[in-house]
């Protein structure tokens, strides 16, 4: 195994544990101790992952999160003690792929770690040879750049409202139900509510105030391709 993991950690305890549960399976573990050393990592040697805690002296883990996601896709894995449902909501929506409270199993993180490599693997060739433009009435979305457009301006989304807009966009006028949302764009093994996708779904009407995203009301939401039938 060739893959090298970040380990954005400032616990020791707890970055020797995952250090060694990840280096036993065959991977090279960089663990850091703040988001300064790894945002220098990542300019220079990005690893193929990252496991990252929220709670970093200095920049922490969210604007850590969020500057990586401006110009790469690399799977994030956050382990964090804050386990409030909004925290979580936050971490995800700022990039971040999964979401691990303290204290977890170091196998679990070890089981998702390896789950999201497989996931990139076959993703990663897809994105960066697409450079298709989809188009759904005034909004555009270019793929191979993670770039979205509406009315002629370009709107900063982070990457779980770009993936909304994907789904949707691709099937205007169809509705889709919460939980197909939720699958779609956190993946089949988030356990957290259903609430995201509403959050999400505010997040983009008030980027995008004429946006006609639609709610089918004891359903979801569809995404209309004549505003004027909304």
């Known amino acids: 195994m060739d893959q090298t993991i970040g380990l954005v950690e400032d616990d020791a305890n707890i970055r020797d544990i995952v250090t060694g549960y990840l280096a036993k399976e065959g991977f090279k573990v960089k663990a850091l101790e703040t988001a300064e050393t790894a945002w220098e990592l990542f300019e220079g040697e990005p690893p193929d992952l990252w496991v990252l805690d929220l709670m970093l002296p200095g920049m922490d883990g969210y604007e850590f999160c969020k500057k990586v996601?401006?110009?790469?896709?690399?799977?994030?894995?956050?382990?964090?003690?804050?386990?409030?449902?909004?925290?979580?909501?936050?971490?995800?929506?700022?990039?971040g792929d999964d979401y691990l409270t303290k204290p977890f199993s170091p196998r679990e993180l070890v089981a998702r770690v390896k789950r999201h490599l497989k996931r990139w693997e076959v993703m990663k060739p897809e994105k960066e040879g697409s450079a298709e433009l989809i188009q759904a009435g005034e909004l555009t979305l270019n793929d191979a750049e993670r770039s979205a457009y509406f009315q002629e301006t370009e709107i900063e989304v982070t990457t779980k409202e770009f993936e909304m807009l994907k789904i949707l966009a691709e099937q205007e006028n169809r509705a889709f139900s919460r939980e197909e949302l939720l699958v779609q764009v956190w993946g089949d093994d988030y356990f957290g509510s259903d609430r995201a996708v509403d959050d999400l779904v505010k997040r983009l009407r008030k980027k995008m105030k004429d946006l006609p995203l639609e709610t089918v009301w004891g359903h979801g939401y569809r995404l209309r391709s004549n505003r004027s039938s909304s």
């Open 69 to 95: 996601r401006q110009t790469s896709e690399v799977p994030i894995v956050i382990i964090s003690a804050k386990d409030e449902e909004v925290d979580k909501i936050i971490g995800l929506e700022l990039g």
